[in-house]
């Protein structure tokens, strides 16, 4: 009787030995244990749209607000790009077709504001004190960080191998550099319809043209990702990054946002900054 007794208390310090030596997982039944990488936590970073019109007299309180909110960030928390429309001498046909494709037949006008692309839309403003735009944006963009990523995003500039010359660019346009990157599953659920996108950005002097969109990428669409797959991109700017200024004559330095959507339901689930 003692023999058994001995034996099965080793057998317990045995198996107790092998657990915290991670040779056997003791857990819930049913439940796969996962790897250390593959539930690593990656801070959110929020990318708000702000899409606004010259002449616009409610844009210039929803500018100062977000702008101000960004410096208080930091781009590691939160980008913030500003998309002109309709005209105005500083929009594109990119920075137009992504409004439309967010609207739809919905309602259009400006200040209209998307954080994280569809997750929460602010159109005009909530009230006509400045104070209470800054808090009711704070709230939104606070809300959407304290939400878990289900995605790592990485990437990086590279030299371009046969860059355009100065005298080879038309209208100070060509590739320079080349950016490449991956995206990550780091969640334990499959994602599928998500696409990576990019946007170059100028930040102007005058109100208005902060971190303004010159160019907007072409979606990559990403195949289904299985936890812990990575897809693999690559852009190439059509515009010169670190084009000379024709005033001054120095280098203008462009920035780049690179972000992962949900093409179907236009969440940004992730979005970077690149320096």
């Not at 977000?66 to 930091?74: I, N, P, S, T, V």
């Not at 104070?131 to 371009?160: F, M, Q, V, W």
């Not at 005298?167 to 599953?185: D, S, T, Y």
Request: glycine share 8%; with cysteine.
């Amino acid at each position: 009787m003692k023999e058994k007794i001995f034996i099965f208390i080793f057998l317990i310090i045995f198996l107790l030995g092998l657990a915290s030596n991670g040779v056997i997982t003791l857990g819930t039944p049913g439940v796969s244990a996962q790897s250390t990488d593959s539930l690593k936590i990656v801070p959110r970073t929020v990318l708000v749209e702000l899409f606004i019109q010259e002449g616009c007299l409610s844009c210039p309180t929803a500018e100062f607000c977000l702008e101000d909110l960004a410096w208080e960030y930091g781009t590691s928390k939160f980008i913030l790009v500003q998309e002109h429309l309709w005209g105005d001498g500083y929009d594109t046909p990119e920075t137009n077709a992504r409004y439309e494709w967010y609207v739809g037949d919905g309602k259009r006008g400006t200040p209209d504001v998307f954080i994280n692309g569809s997750t929460k839309r602010f159109q005009g403003l909530f009230c006509d004190c400045v104070e209470g735009n800054y808090e009711c944006y704070k709230d939104a963009i606070d809300e959407e960080l304290n939400r878990p990523s289900l995605l790592e995003l990485t990437a990086d500039k590279i030299p371009h191998p046969n860059p355009f010359t100065q005298g080879e660019r038309e209208e100070e346009k060509g590739a320079n550099i080349i950016i490449e990157g991956m995206v990550k599953n780091i969640s334990d659920i499959p994602l599928k319809d998500l696409a990576v996108c990019g946007m170059v950005s100028i930040e102007g002097d005058e109100p208005g043209l902060y971190f303004y969109i010159l160019d907007i990428f072409p979606f990559q669409n990403i195949p289904t990702l299985l936890p812990g797959a990575i897809f693999s991109f690559k852009f190439i700017p059509e515009i010169y990054l670190g084009q000379e200024s024709e005033i001054d004559e120095v280098e203008e330095i462009l920035n780049l946002v690179i972000f992962v959507q949900n093409t179907i339901t236009k969440e940004v689930l992730q979005a970077l900054y690149i320096e």
